[in-house]
């Protein structure tokens, strides 16, 4: 059944719909890996790819503007989605450190990935995107032997 609200929403263009889905295997990636590191960057990735899709949604780039994180520009187009930019620019420094060879928990790894998850239908909701089948309620168990404070 279509409502008014939904007649008033404009469409969700392809590359929108891309990004969202991309999100959302980078999202299952995460679930399949045994290493933390591993699965802390893909969750991050995962939710950076949906923040992506809701600000490619409601902006309109323009020539002259100059580039910035999605996690600054986000609570400029979606006010209600503030808190989640600041937790995620958090976990951009911290992703940083693992980059450069630091270690994650697996613990943080599956706490970042369930937030991604979390977020991502977050987004595809604002976005008036139907529901994907959720993301396996069993992830891999991380490797003993490659998380460093597991």
Known sequence: MTTAHDLRRPPISVAV??????????LETACRTSDASERYRDAHLGALRAAAALVAARTVPS????????????PGVAPELGEWAA???AC?????????????SARESDD???QAEMFLEIVQDLL?????????QS????SRSRASGA
């Open 128 to 136: 008036g995107v139907p529901a994907t089948i959720p993301l396996p």
């Open 92 to 104: 951009s420094a911290h992703r940083s450190v693992i980059d450069r060879g630091g270690h994650i």
């Open 17 to 26: 719909l891309d990004l969202l889905e991309r999100g959302r295997a980078t």
């Open 139 to 142: 992830i891999t168990p991380v």
């Open 87 to 89: 937790f995620f620019a």
């Open 63 to 74: 020539p002259r503007s100059r580039p910035r994180s999605v996690w600054q520009v986000l």
């Open 112 to 114: 970042l990935l369930r």
